[in-house]
């Protein structure tokens, strides 16, 4: 069968099967275009986003802000390189580093960046500021953690599938069953550098740890004097209905690391942000990035800041969330076994004896609300956050109807 015989979808998909790496498994959907909360295909079927690009998306498809941002932007120059000063950076840092209550932002491209360079500077630090002895430095994290895909941050992830077959290893890390801060405490100890965590474990399935367990680890990493880094790149910038999750739980890390949101979409952008006395510890020639901090990642960011600064983002999360989670409940024991979440973020499981989370997002697709599953049966729900209540009750109404039909 050639392409031509088949329909348009099937042809792309196939087209792109042929030559990609498949380190992907999609569902069969081929977006063309996208506005607010709603893609289109190519044959012209729209579909209400709920993934929203893993939470990139925040702010809805081709926001009309963030796009004269980046075109403007695109028409000035996009890439500098810091060899030389451009004019988007400083503004930029300046209201992230106003927006997050800290001094100084190191500027990246991709969370696993981040994260790497959040490793980086806690090392750092650990050796010249706190004394530990050279290269025994240790950073604990926590089970189930999800925090990229780079080399180092597989091997401390406990996912079978991210780590095997890319040994060996990069030595110097503990990870502690995660919301449990009495096994953090005790797995500290002279060479202990950070605790790093994300404040909601997102990609293993939307886990909210209980509400004493941040306050908590503050509290330890203080004591020990111990960097506390909030790994916020998705549970960051809106979707837990406030700036930063670690805001809600009421504590504030040293480090933050946000991404995704970050860049709008548009752009990667991500960051190390802290105050002086920790990202200070960095020289010059000591950690770079060609593209990081480059005019068009400053000016579609500052855009970003700017809207987040308004506080409006998260009041319209908080609000949808309590819609949302008010809707979803009513689906418990109704095909739902579980329900997680904060704001317009929410792990859903699915009865396993019903279908699998993959199944669910197939026939959720059908209907036109496109969604992902994790972990086997778990689905989660994170549309953009300017995504109307009329819209919002409707991608419930048609995960409602999926279970009622697998139900029988
Ligand atoms: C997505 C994600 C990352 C990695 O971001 P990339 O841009 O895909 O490298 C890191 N941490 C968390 C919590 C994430 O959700």
Redesign the pocket.
């Given at each position: 069968m050639t392409n031509e015989t088949v329909s348009p979808q099937l042809g792309a998909i196939a087209r792109e099967d042929e030559h990609v790496a498949h380190n992907y498994h999609p569902l069969p959907v081929v977006v063309e275009s996208g506005e607010g909360a709603w893609v289109t295909d190519i044959e012209g079927r729209r579909y209400l986003d709920c993934l929203a690009a893993?939470?990139?998306v925040n702010f809805g498809h081709s926001h009309p802000e963030l796009v004269r941002a980046a075109t403007e932007q695109l028409g000035r120059i996009t890439l500098t390189s810091r060899a030389f000063h451009n004019d988007q950076l400083g503004p930029f840092v300046e209201a992230l580093a106003r927006l997050a209550g800290k001094d100084m932002v190191l500027p990246m491209n991709?969370?696993?960046?981040?994260?790497e360079s959040g490793i980086k500077v806690a090392r750092a630090w650990g050796y010249r500021v706190k004394g530990v002895a050279p290269d025994r430095a240790n950073i604990i994290v926590a089970d189930g953690n999800?925090?990229?895909?780079t080399i180092t941050?597989v091997s401390f992830s406990d996912d079978a599938d991210a780590r095997a077959d890319f040994g060996p290893f990069t030595p110097g890390f503990r990870s502690v069953p995660y919301g449990d801060a009495a096994a953090l405490e005790a797995a500290i100890d002279e060479n202990t550098v950070a605790v790093l965590l994300?404040p909601i474990?997102?990609?293993a399935g939307i886990l909210v740890p209980p509400s004493d367990y941040l306050p908590a680890v503050r509290e330890i990493t203080e004591r020990h004097r111990v960097l506390f880094i909030a790994?916020?790149?998705?549970?960051g910038l809106g979707r837990t209905g406030a700036t930063f999750q670690c805001d809600n739980a009421g504590v504030v890390p040293d480090l933050y690391?946000l991404?995704?949101a970050l860049g709008g979409g548009i752009v990667?952008v991500?960051a190390v942000v802290g105050n002086r006395d920790v990202l200070g510890v960095l020289q010059p020639g000591q950690h770079g990035s060609t593209f990081g901090g480059n005019p068009l990642a400053a000016a579609v960011g500052s855009a970003v800041v700017g809207m987040l600064a308004t506080g409006e983002y998260q009041a319209r999360a908080r609000m949808l969330g309590e819609r949302l989670h008010a809707s979803l409940r009513r689906l418990v024991g109704q095909g739902v076994v579980g329900l997680r979440g904060v704001g317009l973020w929410a792990g859903i499981d699915i009865d396993p004896t019903l279908a699998t989370g993959r199944t669910v997002c197939e026939m959720l697709l059908a209907r036109g609300v496109l969604a992902k599953d994790t972990h086997g049966a778990t689905i989660r729900l994170a549309p953009p956050i300017v995504v109307s209540e009329e819209d919002l009750d409707w991608a419930v109404q048609q995960l409602a109807d999926v279970l009622a039909e697998l139900r029988g």
């Amino acid at each position: 069968m050639t392409n031509e015989t088949v329909s348009p979808q099937l042809g792309a998909i196939a087209r792109e099967d042929e030559h990609v790496a498949h380190n992907y498994h999609p569902l069969p959907v081929v977006v063309e275009s996208g506005e607010g909360a709603w893609v289109t295909d190519i044959e012209g079927r729209r579909y209400l986003d709920c993934l929203a690009a893993y939470s990139a998306v925040n702010f809805g498809h081709s926001h009309p802000e963030l796009v004269r941002a980046a075109t403007e932007q695109l028409g000035r120059i996009t890439l500098t390189s810091r060899a030389f000063h451009n004019d988007q950076l400083g503004p930029f840092v300046e209201a992230l580093a106003r927006l997050a209550g800290k001094d100084m932002v190191l500027p990246m491209n991709t969370g696993a960046e981040a994260v790497e360079s959040g490793i980086k500077v806690a090392r750092a630090w650990g050796y010249r500021v706190k004394g530990v002895a050279p290269d025994r430095a240790n950073i604990i994290v926590a089970d189930g953690n999800f925090h990229g895909r780079t080399i180092t941050i597989v091997s401390f992830s406990d996912d079978a599938d991210a780590r095997a077959d890319f040994g060996p290893f990069t030595p110097g890390f503990r990870s502690v069953p995660y919301g449990d801060a009495a096994a953090l405490e005790a797995a500290i100890d002279e060479n202990t550098v950070a605790v790093l965590l994300e404040p909601i474990q997102g990609e293993a399935g939307i886990l909210v740890p209980p509400s004493d367990y941040l306050p908590a680890v503050r509290e330890i990493t203080e004591r020990h004097r111990v960097l506390f880094i909030a790994d916020e790149i998705q549970s960051g910038l809106g979707r837990t209905g406030a700036t930063f999750q670690c805001d809600n739980a009421g504590v504030v890390p040293d480090l933050y690391l946000l991404g995704k949101a970050l860049g709008g979409g548009i752009v990667p952008v991500s960051a190390v942000v802290g105050n002086r006395d920790v990202l200070g510890v960095l020289q010059p020639g000591q950690h770079g990035s060609t593209f990081g901090g480059n005019p068009l990642a400053a000016a579609v960011g500052s855009a970003v800041v700017g809207m987040l600064a308004t506080g409006e983002y998260q009041a319209r999360a908080r609000m949808l969330g309590e819609r949302l989670h008010a809707s979803l409940r009513r689906l418990v024991g109704q095909g739902v076994v579980g329900l997680r979440g904060v704001g317009l973020w929410a792990g859903i499981d699915i009865d396993p004896t019903l279908a699998t989370g993959r199944t669910v997002c197939e026939m959720l697709l059908a209907r036109g609300v496109l969604a992902k599953d994790t972990h086997g049966a778990t689905i989660r729900l994170a549309p953009p956050i300017v995504v109307s209540e009329e819209d919002l009750d409707w991608a419930v109404q048609q995960l409602a109807d999926v279970l009622a039909e697998l139900r029988g």
